[in-house]
């Protein structure tokens, strides 16, 4: 099975840069996505690594490191906006030929002015 | 918008009852996969559809069916209903080789009261 863990809340300040960490234990790993949810929204994808390393998105950035079972995202310039619950999500084996993402609890991300 | 439509946006029903939530993944998606959020339990995957076979299965109770119709629609059939199941139910579609980018419908908040 899949198991992930990240902060259930951060708070920062307008113009500032937030890291939302992320660990997880899988079998059979593929790769760590994040999505954002604003409250009563849907989730909506923000990244996905597959590779160790960067990769950055405009204001945003994701990076992982296999070895580590470590991701995070960073957002930079942070705005008002950006309030919202992030979830990171590992892509891993579920059996039978088949994959299934799961998904974290959640950061629910606070921005102040 | 991403292209994914859930229908009803909301459902109150009684306990016991039975209820059938709909979804139209976006033009070309292949696979439908369906998800509950509650606050207490985060987003849970439950079963996934691919081109109208089942691909996976998540943490789905035997209380609930799905199926994906040749027109790629699917159905998420929620039959018993308890208090518990109240909840948002989300929709999401995604290409042939793109699990990790999933495009989630607006959700059907159902109220089981």
């Keep these: 099975g899949q198991s992930l863990e990240q902060p259930s809340e951060v708070t920062a300040v307008e113009g500032a840069i937030v890291q939302i960490n992320c660990t997880y234990q899988t079998s059979g790993f593929y790769g760590l996505s994040w999505y954002q949810q604003h409250d009563g929204g849907a989730p909506t994808f923000l990244s996905y690594n ?3 390393g960067l990769e950055e998105t405009g204001r945003f950035s994701s990076f992982l490191s296999r070895s580590d079972s470590y991701g995070y995202l960073l957002l930079q310039e942070l705005q008002m906006k950006d309030s ?6 590992v892509r891993g084996y579920s059996g039978a ?4 993402l799961t998904f974290g609890k ?8 | 918008d991403s292209g994914v439509t ?7 029903t009684a306990t016991g009852q039975r209820v059938t939530l709909r979804c139209s993944p976006r033009s070309g998606d292949l696979s439908v996969y369906w998800y509950q959020q509650s606050l ?14 089942e691909r996976a299965k998540g943490n ?15 159905e998420l059939n929620l039959s018993s209903l308890e208090l518990g199941d109240s909840a948002l ?17 607006p959700g059907t908040r159902l109220l089981v009261l």
């Design chain 1, 50 to 52: 597959a590779l160790d």
């Design chain 1, 106 to 113: 959640g950061t629910k991300l606070s921005v102040i002015p």
């Design chain 1, 97 to 100: 030929g088949s994959y299934q």
């Design chain 2, 60 to 74: 789905i109770l035997e209380r609930f069916s799905a199926q994906q119709f040749p027109d790629l629609h699917s």
């Design chain 1, 84 to 89: 919202a619950s992030y979830f990171c999500a």
């Design chain 2, 6 to 12: 859930q229908t009803p946006k909301h459902l109150i």
């Design chain 2, 89 to 105: 139910y989300f929709c999401a579609s995604s290409g042939e080789d793109s699990q990790e980018t999933q495009y989630f419908g």
């Design chain 2, 40 to 53: 207490d339990q985060g987003l849970q995957f439950l079963i996934q559809y691919y081109n109208g076979e």
